[in-house]
């Protein structure tokens, strides 16, 4: 495939809402750093860097995969394929070097994780979202994504306290690749998934926009840089599912009947402040880089309401969940699995693509029924 340039219109927001949304987020990012520490800021800052390149470069998940299903356009599915690539090509190496320092995102191949993947799937095309996209949509101001992402919250808390029953239906042990072969054999199958969506592709929709190969890259850095710094890869799901126990813990709720939410390393992230939780922290950041490039281009979050039936409203409540819910049997979304898991050499991650896919395939199909637009 080649790169070709992608010019996107602008809108010149006034030097002074310039200037206070960068010093906002400055300041932001050096108040965590002062408050907990310069490694929580750090992160922070990385967060905010995944959120202005996702909504800033226009990278994304869900929008992808709906592309190539409807019109045979894989060029952001490419953009995500070449991503994973220069991810690999550091964090493989960086995990043999320091194996007590750095983790990788390895989670074992189960019923419930097939399951939980295809559900995801199809979950995520209903509200054109998978989790840092509703992240993402939810801080540029989407009225959808803004009535899900508290839903994926739930959502993902109450698959995480039964996490343990899910898993114990079945599953292989943990199967990954390490090493520089490690690093061949990941890039052998990203290579052949890449020829695989060139066969498959419109001849109008061959060429890699120059905008996507920019967000690849960028993004890639910050994944590495995320893994050097938290000593864990890139993810979502975790850090959402907390949000919502930190709540229901708040409002008296007794979370001892979950072994996940009773294991030694969440007690302690229920102790302490969320500004302490890595996954946490990038999932603001996430959410404030997207504000702020939404603010940049318009002056404001002003999206109008879609014009949706209650029932599409009900419908998005259940999806969001439904987001939630199945991520974490899944092990993760788009970045946690799918990204990070492929990446950091799990075999878990390569399942999770391909159950997630047939997923949104239906869902696609599944967007008109709900009425949430009109039939294909």
């Given at each position: 495939m080649t790169i070709v340039t992608e010019t996107q219109p602008t809108a010149a927001a006034p030097a002074w809402r310039r200037s206070g949304l960068i010093l906002a987020a400055l300041a932001a990012v050096a108040a965590t750093a002062l408050l907990v520490g310069g490694r929580y800021g750090l992160l922070l800052a990385t967060g905010l860097g995944f959120g202005i390149v996702l909504e800033g470069l226009r990278f994304g998940f869900a929008g992808p995969w709906r592309a190539m299903i409807l019109r045979r356009d894989p060029r952001g599915m490419w953009a995500q394929l070449l991503s994973i690539a220069l991810v690999t090509c550091a964090a493989l190496p960086l995990l043999a070097a320091n194996p007590g320092e750095l983790s990788g995102a390895q989670a074992p191949v189960g019923f419930a994780m097939v399951a939980g993947a295809f559900v995801f799937g199809a979950a995520m095309q209903v509200v054109l979202g998978c989790g840092s996209g509703t992240l993402v949509n939810a801080g540029s101001g989407n009225p959808v994504s803004l009535v899900a992402l508290p839903f994926f919250a739930i959502g993902s808390f109450a698959g995480s306290y039964h996490l343990v029953w899910w898993t114990g239906l079945g599953a292989l042990p943990i199967l990954?690749?390490?090493?520089?072969?490690?690093?061949?054999?990941?890039?052998?199958?990203?290579?052949?998934?890449?020829?695989?969506?060139?066969?498959?592709?419109?001849?109008?929709?061959?060429?890699?926009?120059?905008?996507?190969?920019?967000?690849?890259?960028?993004?890639?850095?910050?994944?590495?840089?995320?893994?050097?710094?938290?000593?864990?890869?890139?993810?979502?799901?975790?850090?959402?599912?907390?949000?919502?126990?930190?709540?229901?813990?708040?409002?008296?709720?007794?979370?001892?009947?979950?072994?996940?939410?009773?294991?030694?390393?969440?007690?302690?992230?229920?102790?302490?402040?969320?500004?302490?939780?890595?996954?946490?922290?990038?999932?603001?950041?996430i959410i404030l880089g997207a504000f702020l490039v939404a603010s940049w281009r318009s002056g404001g979050l002003a999206q109008k309401l879609p014009a949706l039936p209650?029932?599409?409203?009900?419908?998005?409540?259940?999806?969001?969940?439904?987001?939630?819910?199945?991520?974490?049997?899944?092990?993760?979304?788009?970045?946690?699995?799918?990204?990070?898991?492929?990446?950091?050499?799990?075999?878990?991650?390569?399942?999770?693509?391909?159950?997630?896919?047939?997923?949104?395939?239906?869902?696609?199909?599944?967007?008109?029924?709900?009425?949430?637009?009109?039939?294909?």
């Open positions: 990954r690749l390490s090493g520089w072969q490690g690093v061949a054999l990941t890039l052998l199958g990203l290579c052949a998934a890449a020829g695989l969506l060139w066969k498959l592709a419109a001849p109008e929709h061959r060429s890699l926009p120059r905008r996507l190969a920019l967000a690849a890259v960028l993004l890639a850095a910050l994944a590495v840089f995320n893994l050097i710094v938290a000593g864990q890869p890139w993810g979502v799901v975790y850090g959402l599912g907390l949000w919502a126990a930190k709540a229901a813990s708040a409002a008296g709720a007794d979370l001892t009947g979950s072994a996940f939410w009773t294991a030694p390393a969440s007690i302690d992230r229920l102790n302490h402040s969320l500004l302490t939780d890595y996954t946490s922290l990038t999932n603001i950041g209650w029932q599409a409203w009900t419908v998005t409540v259940v999806a969001g969940f439904l987001l939630g819910y199945s991520s974490r049997l899944a092990f993760g979304c788009n970045v946690g699995a799918f990204f990070s898991g492929i990446s950091t050499g799990s075999l878990h991650g390569w399942v999770w693509f391909a159950a997630a896919f047939a997923g949104a395939v239906y869902g696609v199909k599944l967007r008109p029924l709900l009425k949430l637009e009109a039939r294909q």
